[in-house]
Structure formats: C-alpha cells, structure tokens
C-alpha cells in the first residue's frame, strides 16, 4: 500500500526532476485545460476554453487527457508524460476544476486558475494527508460567498485572490442554450419525452449503487404532476459503479459516462439527487428538484455538510413515499421563491458572464487591453 508519506518524497523527487523543462521559455499564449485529472472534456475549464476560442484564435488551447482521448478537436496531450510535463511546465495559464498534480513545480511566472468543480457549499469537502512539498493555486473561482467561505478558504486551504465571477459552466444554464439543448436531446434520442435526471452523488463504499429508487412509481408521480411522457437518465459519480435498473420500466438511459453533466442539467425538467452540488447549478433554470437521500445519518457521520442540507431549496424526501408526495404536491411558486431565498443566504456571484469574465483575467494578466 502506497502512504501518504511516500506520494509526499515522489512529488519531491519530481520537482526536482521536471525542473529541466525551465529551461524552455513560458509561452504567453499557450493555455492548457485539465478538467477531472484528465477524465472528461467537461465542465468550467470547458467552457472557458469555448468562448476564448469563439473570441480569438490567437490561444494555443491544449487538453489534458488521463486514459482515453478526448471527445474534442483541440490538441491533447497525456497526462503524465514527457508532453505534458513540457506544456504544463511553458504555458503561462493552466485552467483546471479539481486536485492539482503535485507533481508538477510551476514556475511564479506562471498563472494556475483552479475553477472548482462544484458551486454552492454543500457537502463538506477537505484536503486529506500532509501537504504538498509545493503548491501553486493562484486564483480559484468561485460560485458564492458561502464557497469562498467553506469550500475554498476552509476545504481548500486557499488563502490566496478568488475571482467571484460565478462558475463559467453554469453561463449556458443562466443563458438557456436552447441550441445546445435541442442537440442534446436530439443525440440521447429523447427530443419528444420529458426527462428526469437521476444522479446520485460519491459515497465512500465505491461498489454502492442502489438507493432503493422506486422508478415505476416515480415516473407515475411525474405524470400525475406534470403530464407527458417521461425518460430517466441514470447518471452515477464518475468514480462509482454504474447503477443496476432492476425495475419493469422500461423509459431509462445509462448516461454514466455522457462527458459532461451540464448538457444533462439543461435538458432536465425534473432533477433528483441526493447530495450533490448539481442542485446550485441547476437552481438557476427554477425547474423542479428533490433531494433523495435515503442514507442521510449515515452519510451526515460520515462527511457532513457546510450547509445544512435542510435549509437548501428543495424538498428533502428521506424515502420513496416521501418523494411522492414531494411531487404531486410541487408548487412553482413556492419553488422560485426558496430559491431566490437560497441564492440572497448564499451570496451569489452567478451572472452567466462567467467565461467572458475569465477571459477578460486571463487578456489582462498577459496586459492586453478589453476587447
């Protein structure tokens, strides 16, 4: 078993030995997008490099992947080798939403803006084991004051600038993207039916993955409610085991390994979660959402939350009756209302001006003027 202590004298020994690459000159205009340590094609980092690219071609853009190549048509480099140790060790930006790799030593010339990967301040997250030999996060962007507060300052141990321009994945959402979520459904094949996003969040035990979700009965409460015809997406954590239907319905679509969850928010008229962070992205469309948490004391003793989950704006249902009943007696108005409640105690930073905020950091680091 591999300690920390060990991953502790590696990272070390690394930043010793990729400092060869000082050699090369940082390049201004080169920027390199990790997004999940390399998984996916997805979320902030994504949709900053998107509108850099729509705004100018002067950016060399590069992404990082881990196992497989990309689903994008920018250069991709893996993660780990000597490629990448070369352009994450000459690009004067590297834009990434999760854990750095401590195995790289950047340079203090260098610009590391880490967009986080969950908006809100939900679920109680903290860095585990010593402390890097050497970190650089210089910005990270943030959703709210609470994740200022909590996320970053306390789970993150981050005392350094926060850029409070909202999170850049959520500008389509705050936007409506109805283009984007036309080709959505269109490539899932639901274009005609309503969609219900299940997403249970990350537990601890990888191998759990029923939550004794009945599925008939919540497609039967959503007819009753809203009408229509109605699709599951199942969507697990990208590091749990995809979750078994062992129900008679038949309207259900595994989207487990879509790239990116955003599209799927977009195009969801009902979410279900659990404790995900998924809840403050999608409380900027005022669409309907339940909190199915059928493990809560468990899960409370086990991490927690910055936030009480009560106080968040949706019905927390404890088990399927519940849930139930939480829908048919779903009330729009009471729903924007606690909404609205939700965003004033969280302060806010969402604008949907997020990537074109980012971008405009990003003109002015390298002293360029506002376009």
């Known amino acids: 078993?591999?300690?920390?202590?060990?991953?502790?004298?590696?990272?070390?020994?690394?930043?010793?030995?990729?400092?060869?690459?000082?050699?090369?000159?940082?390049?201004?205009?080169?920027?390199?997008?990790?997004?999940y340590m390399g998984e996916k094609y997805a979320c902030s980092p994504r949709s900053i490099c998107e509108y850099i690219d729509s705004?100018?071609?002067?950016?060399?853009?590069?992404?990082?992947?881990?196992?497989?190549?990309?689903?994008?048509?920018?250069?991709?480099?893996?993660?780990?080798?000597?490629?990448?140790?070369?352009?994450?060790?000459?690009?004067?930006?590297?834009?990434?939403?999760?854990?750095?790799?401590?195995?790289?030593?950047?340079?203090?010339?260098?610009?590391?803006?880490?967009?986080w990967h969950g908006g809100g301040a939900y679920k109680r997250v903290k860095i585990l084991g010593p402390k890097p030999h050497y970190t650089k996060n210089d910005f990270f962007i943030s959703s709210c004051e609470k994740a200022s507060q909590f996320v970053i300052r306390e789970g993150q141990s981050f005392y350094g600038e926060i850029?409070?321009?909202?999170?850049?994945?959520?500008?389509?959402?705050?936007?409506?993207?109805?283009?984007?979520?036309?080709?959505?459904?269109?490539?899932?094949?639901?274009?005609?039916?309503?969609?219900?996003?299940?997403?249970p969040t990350f537990r601890k035990d990888l191998s759990r993955t029923e939550f004794a979700l009945d599925y008939d009965g919540l497609i039967a409460s959503l007819q009753k409610r809203f009408g229509g015809e109605w699709v599951v997406l199942m969507r697990c954590h990208y590091h749990m085991r995809p979750i078994s239907c062992r129900s008679s319905?038949?309207?259900?679509?595994?989207?487990?390994?879509?790239?990116?969850?955003?599209?799927?928010?977009?195009?969801?008229?009902?979410?279900?979660?659990?404790?995900?962070?998924?809840?403050?992205?999608?409380?900027f469309l005022?669409?309907?959402?339940f909190l199915y948490a059928t493990d809560l004391k468990e899960y409370d003793q086990e991490r927690s939350f910055f936030v009480d989950i009560r106080e968040w704006p949706f019905?927390?249902?404890?088990?399927?009756?519940?849930?139930?009943?939480?829908?048919?007696?779903?009330?729009?108005?009471?729903?924007?209302?606690?909404?609205?409640?939700?965003?004033d105690y969280m302060g806010n930073f969402e604008t949907g001006?997020?990537?074109?905020k980012t971008f405009e950091f990003i003109q002015q680091c390298n002293g360029v003027a506002k376009m």
């Open 1 to 35: 078993m591999v300690t920390d202590s060990f991953k502790h004298y590696i990272s070390i020994l690394f930043h010793a030995i990729t400092r060869i690459f000082y050699v090369f000159p940082i390049d201004s205009r080169k920027i390199v997008f990790e997004a």
């Open 353 to 356: 001006n997020a990537s074109e």
């Open 315 to 343: 019905p927390l249902c404890e088990n399927n009756d519940e849930l139930t009943k939480a829908i048919e007696s779903f009330d729009q108005g009471k729903l924007e209302q606690a909404i609205k409640k939700h965003h």
């Open 163 to 199: 850029l409070n321009f909202g999170l850049p994945r959520n500008d389509m959402l705050i936007h409506f993207d109805f283009k984007k979520a036309q080709s959505v459904k269109v490539e899932l094949n639901v274009r005609n039916r309503k969609c219900v996003l299940y997403a």
């Open 55 to 115: 705004m100018t071609k002067k950016y060399k853009l590069i992404w990082v992947y881990n196992k497989a190549h990309l689903p994008c048509a920018y250069r991709q480099i893996k993660r780990n080798s000597l490629t990448y140790f070369y352009h994450m060790l000459t690009a004067k930006f590297v834009i990434i939403n999760s854990g750095k790799n401590n195995l790289l030593a950047f340079r203090r010339s260098q610009v590391v803006i880490n967009t």
């Open 286 to 289: 005022n669409r309907p959402a």
């Open 249 to 283: 319905v038949q309207n259900m679509i595994d989207v487990t390994r879509y790239p990116d969850m955003q599209d799927l928010l977009l195009i969801s008229d009902v979410l279900i979660t659990d404790y995900s962070s998924s809840i403050w992205d999608y409380s």
